[in-house]
């Protein structure tokens, strides 16, 4: 019984700047760590960024510099990103490493497009 819902994707042009957020729900007892993750057509899908309840951080090297993630409240996490790309475009799934009816597991968010285009 646990719900990851993304919101904030859309279109923007090349250089813009977009940002997304997710938001854990249900019987979660602990959370140790969110991210994000994101899927093009045809391409695996890839680690963006995550960040665990301590505060540590780790970024894919493609969007190092841009992006910036960040968590609140033990339940949230936001996502950043400047700088915008026609690369970076792909669905982005929220992820998060949690504890949950005595159980740790690995939960996802339905995603949530983002296209980057002129």
């Known amino acids: 019984q646990v719900q990851l819902v993304e919101s904030g994707g859309g279109l923007v042009q090349p250089g813009g700047s977009l940002a997304l957020s997710c938001a854990a729900s249900?019987?979660?007892?602990?959370?140790?760590?969110m991210g994000w993750y994101r899927q093009a057509p045809g391409k695996q899908r890839e680690l963006v960024a995550f960040?665990?309840?301590?505060?540590?951080t780790n970024y894919a090297d493609s969007v190092k510099g841009r992006f910036t993630i960040s968590m609140n409240n033990a339940k949230n996490v936001y996502l950043q990103m400047n700088s915008l790309k026609p690369e970076d475009t792909a669905v982005y799934y929220c992820?998060?490493?949690?504890?949950?009816?005595?159980?740790?597991?690995?939960?996802w968010g339905q995603g949530t497009q983002v296209t980057v285009s002129s």
């Open positions: 992820n998060a490493d949690l504890l949950a009816n005595f159980i740790r597991r690995e939960a």
């Open positions: 960040i665990t309840s301590a505060g540590n």
């Open positions: 249900g019987s979660i007892r602990i959370i140790y760590g």
